[in-house]
């Protein structure tokens, strides 16, 4: 049996980030059955290993180790004859938790694998699509790419920036066959909050913050319960790869996607609210 990676050259292909778990996942596993060339990275070895077992070819590939990201593009242009059809970033994480008791440091290591890896690959993928003369790059942002909320600065930073930054290279774009598309889920069914927790231990010094009660009455139990907070309107990944395909498969993909009805409501409402009714009826959320 050929390794995942030795597959046919007349498949589109496409390299995924963050496919360890949810959106990634689900992502690689249904259009692997579709028949793309599926090139599933994840930032753990292990978590690639598990992927190969399934026969889905998996690079190694970490936003903070820009290494990384050269190597697991190189064995994907190796595999392929040095094209790619597509590209989805979407590995992602949050660091809750007030502006005010955030470390800066918390802030550039997020920026490093949120917004400053995404574009460190999309400027090695554009080449390789220019070259061949088409090309798909979605990104997979986030209702906080448009919508703020409080306890959640570092990821919406983020998201706000990979929004703009998305934006002008599509708007760049326009007189080449690369088209750019942006995703915006809402709340998905994924293990975000469980890292989120981990992530929130780790920076957060919250028992000496001034805002140590409203930690422990509007955060910790969220953070620290599988259940509690479940949102009502939270959807599986497959919703996601729904408009994932389309982005990739349609004559002619959306700029946006959104994909819950929090992220359609929160459109709406950025529209014809002024700012300060929106931050309170988001402040109630």
Same mark, same amino acid.
């Given at each position: 049996?050929?390794?995942?990676?030795?597959?046919? !050259?007349?498949?589109?292909?496409?390299? /995924?980030?963050?496919?360890?778990?949810?959106?990634?996942?689900?992502?690689?596993?249904?259009?692997?059955?579709?028949?793309?060339?599926?090139?599933?990275?994840?930032? &753990?070895?292990? $978590?690639?290993?598990?992927? /190969?077992?399934?026969?889905?070819?998996?690079?190694?590939?970490?936003?903070?180790?820009?290494?990384? %990201?050269?190597?697991?593009?190189?064995?994907?242009?190796?595999?392929?004859?040095?094209? !790619? $059809?597509?590209?989805?970033?979407?590995?992602?994480? =949050?660091?809750?938790?007030?502006?005010?008791?955030?470390?800066?440091?918390?802030?550039? @290591?997020?920026?490093?694998?949120?917004?400053? +890896?995404? *574009?460190?690959? #999309?400027?090695?993928? %554009?080449?390789?699509?220019?070259?061949?003369? *088409? +090309?798909?790059?979605?990104?997979?942002?986030?209702?906080? +790419?448009?919508?703020?909320? &409080?306890?959640?600065?570092?990821?919406?930073?983020?998201?706000? =920036?990979?929004?703009?930054? #998305? $934006?002008?290279?599509?708007?760049?774009?326009?007189?080449?066959?690369?088209?750019?598309?942006? /995703?915006?889920?809402?709340? /998905?069914?994924?293990?975000?909050?469980?890292?989120?927790?981990?992530?929130? $231990?780790?920076?957060?010094?919250?028992?000496?913050?001034?805002?140590?009660?409203?930690?422990?009455?509007?955060?910790?139990?969220?953070?620290?319960?599988?259940?509690?907070? &479940?949102?009502?309107?939270?959807?599986?990944?497959?919703?996601? #790869?729904?408009?994932?395909?389309?982005?990739?498969?349609?004559?002619?993909?959306?700029?946006?996607?959104?994909? @819950?009805?929090?992220?359609?409501?929160?459109?709406? !409402?950025?529209?014809? !609210?002024? #700012?300060?009714?929106?931050?309170?009826?988001?402040? &109630?959320?």
């Amino acid at each position: 049996m050929n390794h995942p990676l030795e597959t046919s !050259l007349t498949k589109r292909s496409i390299l /995924i980030t963050g496919c360890s778990s949810g959106i990634g996942r689900d992502a690689a596993q249904a259009l692997h059955k579709r028949g793309w060339q599926v090139f599933a990275s994840c930032r &753990k070895q292990t $978590d690639c290993d598990t992927l /190969i077992a399934e026969g889905i070819a998996s690079p190694r590939l970490d936003y903070n180790d820009p290494d990384s %990201i050269r190597t697991a593009l190189a064995e994907v242009l190796d595999a392929t004859g040095g094209t !790619l $059809d597509a590209l989805f970033n979407n590995g992602a994480y =949050a660091i809750p938790g007030a502006v005010e008791d955030l470390p800066t440091d918390a802030l550039r @290591t997020i920026f490093e694998a949120n917004f400053f +890896g995404w *574009h460190e690959l #999309t400027r090695q993928v %554009i080449p390789v699509m220019r070259a061949q003369g *088409h +090309g798909r790059i979605v990104q997979c942002s986030s209702v906080l +790419g448009f919508i703020p909320m &409080k306890w959640r600065g570092a990821y919406v930073a983020s998201k706000y =920036a990979l929004e703009g930054l #998305t $934006d002008t290279l599509r708007m760049e774009m326009t007189d080449t066959p690369i088209r750019i598309s942006l /995703i915006e889920p809402g709340p /998905i069914t994924t293990r975000f909050r469980v890292n989120a927790a981990l992530e929130f $231990d780790r920076w957060i010094d919250w028992k000496a913050s001034v805002r140590a009660d409203q930690y422990e009455r509007s955060l910790l139990g969220r953070l620290k319960s599988a259940t509690e907070g &479940k949102d009502p309107f939270e959807l599986p990944p497959s919703a996601v #790869t729904k408009r994932l395909i389309h982005a990739l498969e349609a004559a002619r993909p959306k700029a946006r996607y959104f994909v @819950t009805v929090p992220t359609w409501g929160a459109s709406v !409402l950025s529209r014809i !609210l002024p #700012t300060k009714a929106l931050d309170w009826i988001v402040g &109630k959320g």
